[in-house]
């Protein structure tokens, strides 16, 4: 037998050495996701509690019922503080600025990132992202999660600080019975010339609403948003933006960029909103999304723009006249086009937190398809599009509505002073409905209250006389 | 030693001074050192939500602000005088007749007072919630019954409607409030001596001459401090038109208190929110320090005269 030398086999030896090379890589990266285990990655956390606040809705709920489970995993327990929407904003407001680290994770609606990045308030992911005691290998948020929403929500400067809670959009609600019914169908196209359908574009909505405004019977075409209440400035985004306008001219949440609201389109958006004032119960300026909503579980009118994560409570027969009645869609289309405005709800963990990295074993543990599609199947909005690709979840009726939303929602500003901006645009959303104020005055007034807050970081394109 | 005698001697001995320290310290930790604070940080840009705002030095530049360049403040401003002065008014005038028609009909005095004090045992939130209902456009009983009679339109409801928001806000503090007057004013006239009555209806004085000349004058001080307690508080009020309105529509329901509390606790800034609560301070002192003289006002002119 010739012996075996390195120069006579030099093939066989080329081969078998990437054959063994690979062998090797395989080994070490099976042997690497063997290895994770939640159970032991937690394990020097086993005992802790830790804390986290958000706001009461069906997502925050449905969590709440899943998180017994990470408990029997892991030996960390879990305590949701659940509250009103502003009152989970403040609470964790001061808690951050007290620094007592009752949370170790929050979840808090993306427009508020900006000013606890920039203060330092909450960390960058990176640190565990990259730590392999704490990163699950089997779980890749840039493959997993709808990246553009992850990347509007969460990320602050080009850097990852949370992971979306919730995938949260608005979009078009109505009464498909009544579209399916054939008198309204006959009296409809009798009266505007077309079928009677979920309504497609502006007009439609408006001739939609029109059409089903019958006061005598306690029943109106449509409900607008109108209390002085950030509700408002959320509705009317869906308006702005498929009219074709903005607030500001920046391709990112946290930039800054020319004041663009009184533009001829903000104008147009806010004429036409204050239009459907006629259309809308009486004390529409006194709802916001609780009473747009109500409105619509007590059969009261016929549609409106409404948030995904209140649709489970539409359809829930215990808590909704018309379940089973109800049809969604995106937002009716504009010169902007078919768009929407995202507003999801982020993890974020706070430098005062005292359990970060159980904090962040928890959140990505929930971020995980069982437990995302559980949670989703309970009244959560999934920032997982394979969550919506499940029978179960394709068969609930807003799923289809969700998932246009999402792809083809719009951002909103996250910097530091957005807060205030949405309460300027508030006021001034609120003295054009009231009638103060036409839709030119108050879009003026608020284009110069954003200057004097942003200063030279916004500069005025529509100059005010 | 007699009792007496001790007393005497921890007196004499300057203990007193120690007695008062625990209430001097509660005075200082909770009402001097807060105020003090809130003065000191009007003078700075404190922030919660801008960065690089952590509380730097700007002299008066926030009360200029306010003074110059604050349209809503002093829009705000206006709001609330017209509330305090339309509220208490109308608490005074109420609360006046009621106390007179109760201190008048003797029988079952006891048992109208209690059920009248309702609505001032209630909890503010909870008032506002039940005038929610009551207001609400699509159900209210109130709304209801107001367009029945023709008194509102058909197409209006009391808390979405710009002109009649502040109004009905009035209404509600009327409602809640005129109980209180009338508790006070009705136990300053049980205690007013007989006599001047007596001497005024032995001079043959009309009934509206009595009340006019002799009732009036010597409930005044009780009027003053019953309109001084509820000036301040309608001043400081809140609760109900937070949970109604939420200071809308637009403006018209702006009080002071809901705009300090939008610019602190939503705006997080702290500097400017401290110049508008000290404002607000300043304006309860003024209005404290013109009822504390009609109080006085009498016992001065005495004075004087002796």
């Not at chain 1, 964790?92 to 330092?120: C, S, W």
């Not at chain 1, 640190?127 to 929500?153: A, Q, T």
Request: glycine residues 8%.
């Amino acid at each position: 037998m010739k012996g075996f030398t390195v120069t006579t086999n030099k093939k066989w030896f080329h081969t078998s050495t990437i054959v063994c090379g690979l062998a090797i890589m395989v080994l070490i990266v099976y042997g690497q996701a063997q290895a994770w285990d939640l159970k032991e990655a937690a394990k020097p956390y086993k005992g802790d509690t830790i804390r986290t606040i958000g706001e009461a809705l069906p997502p925050l709920e449905a969590l709440d019922k899943i998180k017994t489970k990470f408990t029997e995993l892991t030996g960390i327990k879990v305590v949701v503080e659940q509250y009103a929407h502003e009152e989970a904003v403040d609470k964790v407001m001061l808690d951050l600025n007290a620094r007592t680290g009752r949370y170790d994770f929050i979840i808090q609606p993306h427009r508020e990132l900006g000013r606890f990045a920039e203060n330092k308030h909450v960390v960058p992911l990176e640190r565990f992202m990259n730590d392999p005691k704490l990163k699950d290998p089997d779980f890749h948020p840039e493959k997993e999660l709808y990246v553009n929403l992850w990347k509007e929500i969460s990320w602050y400067a080009g850097k990852p600080y949370g992971f979306p809670f919730t995938a949260i959009t608005m979009f078009l609600w109505y009464r498909v019975d009544l579209v399916n019914d054939p008198k309204e169908r006959a009296g409809f196209k009798a009266k505007f010339g077309y079928d009677l359908k979920a309504p497609q574009n502006w007009k439609e909505y408006k001739d939609m609403a029109q059409w089903f405004t019958r006061p005598d019977k306690g029943f109106y075409g449509t409900a607008i948003q109108g209390k002085r209440h950030v509700a408002l400035w959320y509705e009317w985004l869906n308006f702005l933006y498929s009219f074709g306008g903005d607030v500001l001219e920046a391709d990112k949440g946290y930039k800054y960029g020319p004041i663009i609201i009184n533009s001829p389109e903000g104008i147009a958006s806010l004429d036409y909103y204050k239009g459907l004032l006629k259309y809308s119960p009486s004390d529409t300026l006194n709802y916001d999304w609780d009473g747009a909503m109500a409105a619509m579980q007590q059969a009261r009118i016929f549609e409106c723009i409404m948030w995904n994560d209140a649709t489970y409570a539409v359809e829930d027969p215990k808590q909704s006249t018309v379940a089973g009645r109800m049809g969604f869609g995106m937002v009716p289309q504009g010169k902007g086009g078919k768009v929407g405005q995202v507003e999801g709800w982020t993890y974020l963990i706070p430098r005062y937190s005292k359990h970060k990295e159980a904090a962040y074993l928890f959140i990505q543990w929930a971020l995980k398809y069982p437990n995302q599609l559980e949670q989703h199947l309970n009244g959560g909005a999934s920032p997982r599009p394979d969550v919506y690709a499940h029978p179960h979840v394709k068969k609930l009726t807003y799923s289809q509505a969700a998932m246009d939303t999402n792809s083809a929602a719009l951002p909103k500003a996250t910097f530091p002073e957005s807060p205030q901006m949405t309460d300027i645009i508030v006021l001034a959303l609120s003295d054009a409905l009231a009638g103060k104020k036409s839709s030119k005055e108050a879009l003026d007034w608020a284009a110069l209250e954003i200057h004097k807050l942003l200063g030279d970081k916004a500069p005025l394109k529509y100059p005010v006389k | 030693m007699s009792s007496n005698n001790w007393k005497r001697i921890l007196l004499d001995k300057g203990t007193s001074p120690l007695f008062l320290t625990p209430a001097l310290i509660i005075f200082l930790v909770l009402l001097v050192g807060p105020f003090v604070y809130m003065v000191s940080l009007s003078f700075t840009d404190l922030s919660f939500s801008q960065p690089g705002r952590d509380g730097n030095f700007l002299g008066f530049a926030n009360y200029r602000k306010l003074m110059r360049d604050d349209p809503i403040f002093w829009e705000s401003f206006l709001t609330t005088i017209k509330f305090v002065f339309a509220a208490v008014g109308l608490e005074f005038l109420f609360g006046l007749g009621l106390a007179l028609l109760l201190f008048h009909l003797i029988r079952g005095q006891r048992f109208i007072v209690t059920l009248i004090l309702m609505p001032m045992m209630m909890a503010p939130v909870a008032i506002g919630l039940m005038w929610k209902l009551l207001l609400n456009g699509e159900f209210g009983m109130l709304t209801y019954y107001l367009r029945k009679i023709a008194l509102m339109a058909p197409q209006t409801a009391p808390l979405s409607s710009y002109k009649l928001v502040l109004w009905t806000m009035v209404v509600i503090d009327v409602w809640e409030w005129t109980p209180f007057v009338t508790l006070v004013i009705l136990a300053g006239l049980m205690s007013l001596p007989r006599e001047p009555f007596e001497a005024a209806i032995m001079d043959g004085a009309s009934p509206l001459r009595v009340f006019w000349d002799v009732t009036l004058p010597l409930l005044r001080p009780i009027i003053a401090l019953v309109m001084l307690l509820r000036g301040i508080d309608a001043f400081k009020e809140f609760d109900k038109v937070f949970i109604l309105t939420g200071g809308g529509p637009g403006t018209a329901t702006e009080l002071l208190s809901i705009y300090t509390w939008r610019i602190n606790f939503r705006n997080w800034d702290f500097g400017y929110g401290s110049v508008v609560a000290f404002m607000v301070y300043l304006v309860v002192l003024i209005m404290c320090s013109v009822f504390y003289k009609g109080i006085t006002w009498k016992r001065g002119i005495e004075e004087l005269r002796a």
